[in-house]
Each structure stands twice: as structure tokens, then as C-alpha cells.
């Protein structure tokens, strides 16, 4: 019997699956097994809604056993199975009937096409709750949104007509811009609509704090404890378009980004003079070098790290800093490209306030397409491609980018047309939202749909939060879409089939060979 079995992410071992005493991604076998037998509760405590009245407690139970499941939150069996015993007590409160949770092996099993289609929904959903639980930190839910979570995961023991399963994969990516339109909602009033924004690399002289993650509230919050400390806060990852909101840049100790993408961080974080703080995913096992430094909070648990509970008392963060003292002198950081500084902030309010100018610059022929070039990004050397196709795209072309893919070109020079950016990065994955929307608005522009534009969709993936992206590209009728580095595990050859006839999802190539494929269409 295998010790686990993994597949939900993009390095899953041989791009089959994960089976042995650890993931690729540094998961242990018993802590991969406690995070299935938690899904397995969550589909217990979905049943069991259904007898009885689901409250509050239990909506964001339910989002937050979803979300500690997505790879590289949770490395603790420990925490995870605490959770998991969360969800039995709130399956008793809420149902006082007997209730069996779900063998989740029953779906590993299951023949290629069902597995295939269950795998899309619970992986979508997934990412999903991800986006709801950020949402919520901000006050923001939605009924409709909650509600469907349930359904899915009943849907997950309980469906087997393929037909039923693949309209319910669809239906997750029509939630899921509902659930993205919803925290867009929740960022934007909570800290204003970005603005393009330069962000430098170099980290100043002096005690600061790296803040990784996704959770624009724990950032806030630690901004407000640490101002007129002495500390200066520096973004990590996804947390860089955190620069572009007006009520954080109006911090004046939040300086700029440190390092790159996610999968950098273990080499980047190597003898640190500084701590770090994880507020969601994706951490890495922590190397000893930097161990001492590194902090979770909110869903994120790794065994033997200090972690900063619901009061977000960062004070041990704080005193990390001070201890630490942060770099004698500046020190000088570069991109992937060498390149020294960033930008950020072209979210849909910022994009779209120069619509007319964009549509003037096609209908004059300046622009004539428009590539989206982001995603998830990853370890794997493959990932060249995307720096590799944007530099190729020829310069009367723009290219919004978005989510940690960005960092293999958001360094790059590639100028301007008429005074706007030719990279213009429209924040993290979470604001997947602003691609879209921009898109629609084209489209509207132009009298045509999206399918008409002179727009390709090149992108990377990774975890669960892309996949429920995907999902909502397909229920919007996107097609002609490059996927890569490697397709799925879990989407079986029946599936795909689907996939390529309906969508004509097409799996990269090499840039060259893409870009004229590309540039070639309508």
C-alpha cells in the first residue's frame, strides 16, 4: 500500500503523483494522510448541514479546513488533526444524528474520468476557500458562495454521472468569480483601488521584517505595531502588490520587496539578519539557517515554529527584528532579470481608467495584442519558457501578469507604448479577478467577446488557487488558453479530450512555436 497519494499540485513526483514517505513539495506521508482524512470530515460535516443548521462557525470551519489542505500551508499533523477534531464537534452541534465521514482513498480509486472530475471540483474549491477566507478576514461573505461549498463537497461521495460532474465543474468556476469579485470587493474597500506603483529591491540598512504570504489584513495589522519602531516591513512574493494600495503605501516603513518568487525562498532566506513571517501559504520546509527567524500565523503551521495565534500579537516578530538587527548597510537585490526594481498596482480600476486610450492605441494599429503571461510559479527549469515568451513578444504588444509567475519577468525592460507599461501586473493570484475583468471590458470596447480579441492567455500553474482559476476561464467560455509547465496528473485523457475540443486548451511548446501560433489567430 502506498505510504500517501498527492497529485493536486504541479511537481507531483513524475507528474503521476506523490506516493512515498514525502511529497516532492517536503509534505510527510503522515501528515498528507491526516490533511485526506480531514477533507474526509469536512464532506462528514457537509452531510451532516444538511440534517441540521449550518452557523457562522461552521462556514469558516469549512473554508478554513479547505484552505490548511492546499499545498504548502500546513507541514504539521499535529495542527491538522486538531482542526480535524474541530470539524467532528461542530458536526454534532449542528446534527444530532450519526454521520460517517468519507474515505477519501474511495476517490483515489475510482475509475480515471470520475476521479478526474471530482479532483477538479475539490481542488478547485480549494483554492476557492482560499479566496473566501481572505475575504472574510475583511468582514466580506456571501451565502451563495458558502452554500456551494457544501454542495460540492457532497457531490465529491456522493455524484457519479460524469454529465452531473462536469456541469459541477463548470459551476465552481462560475462561484469561484463570484467568491473573487468578493474579496476584490473586500481589498479595494478596506484599502482603496492600487495604483502603479515602482517598487524597489534594495533592502535599507538597518532592522526589518519580510512578510510572505497572501493575507493583506496580517500585513495591516503588523504595519500598524511596528510604525514608529525603528523596523521597516519589506514584501515577499505575493505580498509584493500589497505596495499599490493607498491605505498601506501611505505606511512609510513599508519600503519595498525582498527576493522573488516562493520557490526562491530557501536560498534567499539562507542567513536572513531578519524574521519572517508567513501569513498563508507557500512556505517551504525551513532550512536551519533561518529556522530560528521564521513565524506563521492564520492557517499556516509548521512543527516547532513560533506561531502568532487569532489575537495577532506580533510582538515576538517585533522583537526578532530588533534582535536581529537587520543589515549593516544597504543591501542591493535584483530580480530574476537583474533587474532592480519592480512595478505593481495595474489592477482592473487602474487599467481600465485609460480604456479609451488603449482602444484608440489598437484601432491606430500601435497596439495590436495583448498576451496574459502569469500564473502560478514553481521550481522547475521548464519555467524559463514564460521569461523566454515575453521577451519574444514583439514590442507593439502589451502583457498583463499576475500571481508569483510575474517574477520571471516583472524585472524586465521592455518599455512602453505611448507612455503605458508593456508589463503591466495586475497584483497576486488572488486578483485574477482584474485580468478578467479587464478582458470583459475589452471585449465589451470592441462590440466582440473575448474570444475575438487579439488577446492570449499564456499560463503557469501550480497549486489549487490556479486550478480554480482555470475553472472560472472555462465557465466563461475562454478558449485557445497555454498551460503549462506540464498538464495536470489528475486530469485524465477523457477529460482532456473534453478539455481541448470544447476550450482548445493546448499545453506550452517552446515560445518561438507558441508566439506564432498566437499572433497568428484573429
Known amino acids: 500500500m502506498d505510504e500517501m497519494f498527492c497529485f493536486q499540485c504541479q511537481q507531483t513526483a513524475h507528474n503521476e503523483k506523490c506516493n512515498g514517505k514525502a511529497g516532492v513539495c517536503g509534505k510527510k506521508s503522515d501528515t498528507a494522510k491526516a490533511q485526506d482524512e480531514l477533507i474526509g470530515a469536512l464532506i462528514g460535516l457537509a452531510k451532516a448541514a444538511e ?24 507541514f504539521n499533523t499535529k495542527t491538522v488533526n486538531e482542526l480535524t477534531a474541530e470539524v467532528e464537534d461542530e458536526k ?56 456551494f461549498f457544501y454542495t ?11 454529465d452531473k460532474l462536469l456541469g459541477l465543474v463548470l459551476k465552481t468556476g462560475e462561484v469561484n468569480f463570484r467568491c473573487m469579485a468578493l474579496l476584490d470587493s473586500a481589498n479595494t474597500e478596506s484599502y482603496g483601488n492600487p495604483m502603479p506603483t515602482v517598487v524597489p529591491l534594495t533592502i535599507e540598512k538597518g532592522p526589518f521584517i519580510v512578510v510572505s504570504g497572501h493575507d493583506l489584513h496580517d500585513l495591516k495589522l503588523l504595519l500598524e505595531q511596528t510604525e514608529g519602531k525603528g523596523i521597516n516591513i519589506y514584501t515577499h512574493s505575493e505580498m509584493l502588490p500589497a505596495h499599490g494600495y493607498p491605505e498601506l503605501k501611505k505606511y512609510k516603513h513599508l519600503k519595498g520587496n525582498f527576493g522573488t518568487g516562493w520557490q526562491n525562498q530557501q536560498s534567499e532566506f539562507h542567513n536572513i539578519p531578519a524574521p519572517i513571517l508567513f501569513t498563508t501559504n507557500c512556505i517551504m520546509p525551513v532550512r536551519q539557517s533561518y529556522s530560528d527567524r521564521v513565524f506563521t500565523t492564520s492557517v499556516v503551521s509548521y512543527p516547532e515554529l513560533v506561531h502568532i495565534g487569532d489575537d495577532k500579537d506580533f510582538s515576538p516578530v517585533i522583537a526578532k527584528a530588533l534582535e536581529c538587527g537587520g543589515y549593516d548597510e544597504d543591501k542591493e ?36 495584442h495583448f498576451f496574459l503571461i502569469g500564473g502560478c510559479d514553481g521550481a522547475s527549469p521548464s519555467r524559463s519558457y514564460y521569461t523566454d515568451f515575453a521577451k ?131
Not at 462557525?57 to 479546513?65: A, C, I, M, N, W
Not at 460540492?152 to 460524469?162: C, F, H, K, T, V
Not at 508589463?423 to 475575438?452: E, H, K, T
Request: proline residues 4%.
Open 51 to 74: 440534517c441540521g443548521t449550518p452557523t457562522d462557525s461552521t462556514d469558516r470551519l469549512v473554508l478554513k479546513g479547505l484552505f490548511t489542505t492546499i499545498t504548502n500551508v500546513s
Open 333 to 368: 537585490m535584483t530580480g530574476m532579470n537583474g533587474g532592480h526594481t519592480v512595478m505593481t498596482g495595474f489592477a482592473h480600476n487602474a487599467v481600465l481608467s485609460r480604456a479609451d486610450e488603449i482602444v484608440a492605441l489598437v484601432k491606430q494599429g500601435k497596439i495590436k
Open 92 to 147: 454534532r452541534k449542528i446534527c444530532k444524528s450519526k454521520v460517517d465521514n468519507y474515505e477519501l482513498s474511495r476517490l483515489w480509486k475510482a475509475s480515471d474520468d470520475i476521479r478526474s472530475l471530482k479532483s477538479l471540483i475539490l481542488f478547485g474549491i480549494k483554492g476557492m476557500a482560499a479566496y473566501a477566507y481572505h475575504a472574510l478576514a475583511l468582514g466580506k461573505a456571501d451565502s451563495e458562495v458558502n452554500s
Open 392 to 522: 519574444a513578444t514583439p514590442p507593439d504588444t502589451l502583457i498583463l501578469t499576475l500571481a508569483c509567475g510575474k517574477y520571471r519577468i516583472n524585472d524586465l525592460d521592455l518599455g512602453t507604448i505611448e507612455g503605458i507599461p508593456r508589463i503591466l501586473d495586475c497584483g497576486q493570484c488572488n486578483d485574477a479577478y482584474s485580468a478578467i475583468r479587464i478582458a470583459l471590458a475589452l471585449a465589451d470596447a470592441f462590440g466582440c467577446s473575448v474570444n475575438d480579441l487579439p488577446l492570449t492567455l499564456v499560463l503557469s500553474w501550480y497549486e489549487q488557487k490556479a486550478v480554480c482559476i482555470l475553472l472560472t476561464l472555462l465557465y466563461l467560455g475562454i478558449k485557445n488558453i497555454f498551460l503549462g509547465p506540464t498538464l495536470p496528473a489528475f486530469v485524465s485523457p477523457g477529460v482532456l479530450d473534453i478539455l481541448v475540443k470544447n476550450y482548445n486548451i493546448t499545453p506550452t511548446d517552446v515560445p518561438e512555436k507558441d508566439l506564432a501560433k498566437a499572433l497568428g489567430r484573429k
Open 152 to 162: 460540492a463537497l457532497r457531490a465529491i461521495e456522493g455524484e457519479s454521472d460524469p
